[in-house]
């Protein structure tokens, strides 16, 4: 027990027994050691009260989830085609006093890549979760049809998102969401693969759709690259003319 503690609680008894006595609390107690008695009372009574209420408020439960860091790679001055590996990773940290699970889930513009779950992330802890994945599969969400130019490069700028759900009773979401990263997305579209070349396995895969249309067994809207709703001989000479070439 300090100096400076006894001299705070000693002004705290002085003003509590300056008001006890300018509010009438010791009215009817006439001699000075009862009047103490009285005014102990009421001075322990009161540092309970408010002991109570300092323990009540430091109990209360904080849940607070956030992302405090993103990165993307390749980084945003590379090009990349359908089948290279795209990574990121997403920093969540617990903010708050008590241990969280929370799913965290990656976007690429708007279209969902992955959601992964977080269990039992300990107060005041940060963990990394990495994500990985190629833009193959979602083609037709970044290069919708149809096309213009089918033999010519197709290039997309495309930003990456990451947000952590809101975790129940957490009042702090402004920093769930977290926006970073640009990926340069590139398809040539003969390219059925997605290998960043035009071989004869996007030739092959084009000569099996032959004669085919929406709605037939063998269609395939990628091999339809002049969008005529028919995969002909057209389709198969924008193939034979891209034969070759690379990108990316």
């Known amino acids: 027990m300090t100096v400076s503690y006894l001299t705070q609680n000693l002004k705290h008894f002085i003003l509590v027994y300056h008001y006890g006595v300018k509010l009438k609390l010791f009215q009817g107690v006439r001699s000075i050691k ?40 390749p980084g945003s001055d590379v090009f990349v085609p359908p089948n290279m590996p795209i990574n990121a990773n997403v920093t969540v940290e617990n903010q708050g006093t008590t241990d969280e699970s929370c799913n965290v889930t990656l976007y690429f513009g708007n ?15 940060e963990t990394n979760v990495t994500f990985e994945w190629i833009t193959f599969p ?12 089918p033999m010519e490069v197709m ?6 998102k990451g947000v952590v759900e809101v975790v129940p009773g957490e009042v702090d979401t402004a920093d769930n969401v977290y926006i970073d990263g640009v990926i340069h997305a ?19 895969f084009v000569a099996r759709a032959y004669a085919s249309y929406p709605g037939h067994i063998r269609w395939k809207r990628y091999a ?8 002909d001989m057209k389709d198969i000479g924008i193939s034979a003319r891209t034969f070759g070439s690379y990108y990316g």
């Open 34 to 73: 009862s009047r103490l008695f009285t005014f102990l009372f009421v001075f322990l009574l009161a540092i309970s009260f408010v002991g109570h209420r300092i323990s009540t408020v430091s109990c209360v439960e904080v849940h607070d989830v956030a992302i405090t860091g993103f990165a993307v790679f």
């Open 111 to 125: 279209v969902t890549i992955e959601t992964i779950t977080v269990t039992n992330l300990q107060a005041e802890s």
């Open 138 to 149: 979602i083609r037709p969400f970044i290069f919708p049809p149809p096309w213009e130019n």
């Open 155 to 160: 290039h997309v700028n495309v930003t990456m």
């Open 186 to 204: 590139l398809w040539l579209l003969p390219d059925i693969d997605g290998d960043g070349i035009i071989n004869m396995r996007d030739i092959g």
């Open 224 to 231: 339809d690259f002049n969008s005529d709703e028919i995969i």
